[in-house]
């Protein structure tokens, strides 16, 4: 074994290179003026095997692993398409270590779920395997380095396997290709043509799955597997000497391999004329998806700062843009503009989704927009706004960085050394980052715009039901003939300050507790106004905080549930004081990472935030100014119902009315529970919902739970200025008793949903059993066990031995608003013509599962994975503030349930528990079972035919 560094690298450069022959390509930063993270040990076996560690001990105890394998669906052959994803899931399915079937069962045993922890993913490049590791446990270290040293060299591909995996792999294929999907794929396909990007969906071709044979996984698996194609990548809390014991003794038995891998050729993008135009029909999908893009050869041989720099410039400046863009339109998505590089080539791209007869009409203002820009340029002001965002984000990121969970950054490090990226130090990274952010002048950020955005190199693709042949030559003469007309330059309209009400004279604490299980505290301010908070450096620099006001859906009464649909986004919309939407979306920009309102909770309105420490007191505002004049106008319902409606007219895919639908069924004559018709959009009275919040919002019960790097005294005098200034609130919550009580009438047998504007057969299979009965506690945790043991047996039966579906889940839900209403659920993707015989599979399960024992393996699988998650979500700030503070003074239970569910509630649960109550609630009988299919099947070209107006010897072989 060799180990890596700097200094060994100066020492060797006099030696022959013909002693480097078979050795593995260097690493990233030995070829670049990036130095690399200095925490990172690089070593490299002498098979060629390589690993990357990195010690990370902010969160102790964890691990995160990767094997990266740089083989991916660029590296297939025609007739091979799909074979690199095809061997990834073989991975799964018998090794030398772990028989079939055997794999997932092992890992569940050590408390570790698959999709979670145990996972893989297939790119254009690489291959990918996950191991999320719960402990610091060298047996467990062990046990993960053999799989992946199994995966390396000890698939199996056993003959029955492989044939169920092609099924499987199908599914999976379909549950991916929503029309939305596959209108990215051809349009990524039209701009990267002549590259084998175009062509090279890691998926692979449908022909291919099914056809390829054992003999033909073996020898791609064997030709691309070997050693020097291989890195491990760890991060997390371990000794790096100990590792590199193990890793030695796991992967240098290795075979050598001989010669050099093949050279990857990605092929060269085809230029075209100035208009280059591509569409695709997707025929009943009334949304058009329209973009302008264009990627670009802007290779060079080695990561440098300056390349950086360089991509930091052309990055900003298209942010820019998307601001402009986002205070001209209302709600614009922060990637209606983008910019990037997409396996090291330059890559632009513009976006915008329109419905109505003249969709055309928004390449126009498109292109409008994009003269603008280039012709005259930004202004100063919106240099001046971006560049704090961007001090703010960089000073974030450096500070979460120290925190992070392993597994939030090995995919980087992972990505950097197959893309030969240098992984940088952070504190580098970061004060190069800042440094360039000062440094920005206007006239480079202008001529990095006009460089990324020319207007001559752009190409065109649509993408809709045109009903009739897409004419590029009119949209071509449309725009030619509108770039004769001047635009004039952009003025921005920035509020030359936020400001906010006069609250009142500021809330005094009157009572106090500290709970010293969790070390927290709770406070009543004077005009009852209540805070739950803990501190906790699980995120430095961070807060997550949560408000719950009034009964939310306890108080509703109304029969439309357009009412509730578009009661917070009115509103929200409606602004408050001398500050309408947009003004309010910049301030939240500009101070809150994420910041989401609604009533899904059931039992209050609530808002919810993500926020820079600095950034808590412009959230707790915001919050109280619509608490303090809660008012719906006029104009902003009527955009909210706009909205709303052409976002429903325009979904790509039917498969959402299909649970709407789903819904209904579950909860007859429940509106709080539907989601609204266009007819209940168009019906809903806005007085309604004013009536609604209005007592909720001015005077309603009022409980802010906040969990974060804070410091106790300056929350307590935030929240004393903003939420406890506001007039009083009620000292108590309503009881509610009879909505908490609401029953529905279960709906049981087999049920069919058919939806429109289906893409081919993808479907999906649902059963539900409603249970509406008291429960003690321990009961309730039996059905979170016995939904794991459901989800176990569905995935054996439906996806292992069918081949019948991709990712089966199951999941016990329930509902703190409603006393007696549970249900567990199970949710199986899969094809139209399998929906039935699934249904029937599940509920012969249910059945089984009903009537015959549950072995004490059975409970241990499914316990484990779902203990060592609750060990380490205690954590994580967002669990600790959803599920251990979540209205904490309303529901004193919640921190008494949560404690026990942490001290091992789960863990004693016995196999008769579970059977008891998969006996009283599983019986085929209370299941609803429906499947959800399309009614017809909406066409989209496999191979839309565009226009292509190439010059002459400009593209090449792929």
């Not at 591909?157 to 792999?169: A, K, L, N």
Request: proline share 4%; hydrophobic share 40%.
């Amino acid at each position: 074994m060799r180990t890596r560094s700097l200094a060994i690298v100066v020492l060797l450069v006099a030696i022959p290179l013909s002693v480097f022959a078979a050795k593995r390509a260097d690493w990233p930063h030995e070829r670049s003026d990036i130095s690399p993270d200095p925490s990172i040990v690089w070593g490299e076996l002498e098979n060629g095997f390589g690993y990357a560690l990195k010690p990370h001990r902010a969160k102790q105890g964890i691990i995160s692993m990767r094997l990266l394998v740089e083989v991916g669906s660029l590296d297939e052959k025609e007739d091979e398409r799909g074979v690199a994803h095809f061997i990834e899931h073989m991975a799964f399915e018998g090794t030398r270590n772990f028989a079939p079937g055997e794999l997932i069962a092992f890992f569940q045993r050590l408390g570790m779920s698959y999709g979670t922890d145990v996972n893989a993913f297939t790119y254009h490049d690489k291959t990918v395997y996950h191991l999320e590791l719960p402990q610091k446990d060298l047996s467990l270290i062990r046990q993960g380095l053999r799989l992946f040293r199994d995966y390396s060299d000890g698939i199996l591909f056993s003959e029955e396997r492989v044939d169920t995996e092609r099924e499987v792999i199908s599914r999976e294929r379909q549950a991916r290709e929503s029309p939305s999907a596959l209108v990215s794929q051809e349009s990524f396909r039209f701009y990267f043509d002549g590259t084998r990007l175009a062509d090279r969906h890691p998926i692979g071709l449908q022909s291919v799955v099914k056809n390829v044979s054992r003999e033909q996984l073996i020898e791609f698996y064997q030709k691309w597997y070997r050693p020097d194609l291989m890195t491990l990548v760890v991060v997390g809390d371990f000794d790096v000497e100990s590792m590199q014991a193990e890793i030695e003794t796991a992967f240098s038995s290795m075979e050598k391999p001989r010669g050099k891998p093949a050279k990857r050729k990605l092929g060269k993008l085809t230029r075209s004329k100035p208009f280059r135009m591509g569409s695709v029909d997707v025929a009943g999908v009334e949304r058009f998806t329209l973009e302008l893009s264009r990627p670009w050869d802007d290779r060079q041989r080695r990561d440098n700062w300056e390349r950086r720099r360089s991509d930091a410039l052309r990055s900003f400046a298209t942010s820019i843009f998307n601001e402009r863009c986002r205070s001209l339109i209302d709600g614009m998505s922060d990637n209606f503009a983008t910019y990037s590089r997409i396996y090291d080539l330059a890559y632009c791209q513009l976006t915008i989704s329109s419905g109505g007869e003249y969709w055309w009409e928004a390449f126009i203002w498109m292109d409008q927009l994009l003269r603008q820009a280039t012709q005259h340029g930004f202004t100063p002001q919106e240099l001046e706004r971006l560049r704090e965002n961007w001090l703010k984000s960089n000073r974030m990121a450096a500070a979460r960085y120290e925190t992070a969970e392993p597994r939030f950054l090995i995919d980087d490090l992972v990505d950097s050394i197959a893309s030969d990226r240098v992984y940088a130090g952070k504190r580098d990274f970061f004060e190069q980052m800042q440094t360039f952010i000062e440094e920005l002048k206007l006239e480079e950020v202008n001529a990095a715009f006009r460089e990324v955005w020319e207007s001559k190199r752009l190409a065109y693709f649509a993408a809709g039901d045109f009903k009739q042949p897409f004419d590029t030559d009119l949209l071509k003469a449309r725009i030619k003939g509108d770039r004769k007309f001047v635009v004039m330059p952009y003025v921005p309209n920035f509020a030359e300050s936020f400001q906010y009400s006069n609250f009142g004279t500021p809330g005094t604490v009157v009572e106090e507790t500290e709970l010293t299980e969790i070390g927290a505290k709770t406070f009543r301010f004077s005009n009852n106004a209540r805070l739950t908070l803990m501190r906790t450096e699980n995120e430095k620099d961070t807060v997550r905080a949560l408000v719950r006001v009034g009964g939310g859906m306890l108080a509703f009464t109304d029969s439309n549930p357009g009412t509730h649909a578009l009661a917070m986004p009115a509103l929200f919309r409606s602004g408050f004081g001398n500050h309408d939407i947009e003004d309010v979306y910049q301030e939240l920009r500009d101070n809150v990472s994420s910041f989401v309102f609604g009533v899904e909770d059931h039992d209050a309105f609530t808002y919810r935030a993500l926020a820079p420490t600095d950034g808590l007191d412009e959230f707790l505002k915001i919050v109280a100014e619509y608490l303090l004049d809660p008012r719906v106008d006029r104009d902003a319902f009527e955009l909210a119902q706009s909205k709303l409606t052409q976002s429903r007219e325009l979904e790509p895919d039917g498969m959402n009315e299909g649970y709407r639908d789903l819904y209904r069924l579950i909860y007859p004559d429940q509106p709080r529970f539907h989601a609204p018709s266009l007819r209940d959009i168009e019906q809903v009275d806005p007085s309604e919902i004013s009536a609604w919040l209005g007592d909720s919002f001015k005077r309603g019960y009022l409980e802010v739970a906040l969990v974060g790097d804070v410091n106790e005294d300056e929350v307590v005098e935030l929240v004393a200025q903003t939420l406890g200034a506001l007039p009083m609130r009620e000292d108590h919550k309503s009881a509610f008793d009879s909505a908490r009580r609401l029953r529905v009438t279960p709906q049981t047998g087999k049920r069919l949903i058919e939806y429109q504007n289906g893409k081919g057969d993808n479907a999906a299979s649902v059963i539900v059993w409603t249970i509406q009965e008291e429960l003690t506690q321990r009961e309730s945790a039996a059905l979170y066990v016995l939904s794991s043991v459901l989800e176990t047996r569905i995935r054996e039966k439906v996806r292992e031995e069918m081949g019948a579906t991709y990712a089966p889940t199951v999941s016990y839900v329930t509902f703190s608003a409603y006393e007696t209403l549970r249900h567990v659920r199970a949710d199986i993707d899969c094809l139209k013509q399998d929906a039935g015989k699934i249904l029937d599979a599940v509920l012969e399960i249910s059945d089984e599962l009903a009537s015959t024992a549950i072995s004490d393996d059975e409970v241990r699988k499914a316990v484990a994975p779902m203990e060592e998650g609750l060990r380490q979500a205690w954590k994580d700030n967002g669990y600790l503030l959803e599920h251990v503070l979540y209205g904490l003074q309303e529901y004193p239970e919640v921190l008494e349930n949560a404690i026990r569910y942490r001290d091992g509630l789960l863990s004693s649960m016995t196999a008769e528990e579970v059977q008891a109550v998969a006996k009283r609630f599983l019986k085929r009988d209370q299941a609803l079972a429906v499947a959800i299919v399309p009614a017809m099947t909406a066409n989209l070209a496999e191979r839309p035919v565009w226009s292509r107006e190439f010059r002459s010897g400009a593209s090449e072989d792929k």
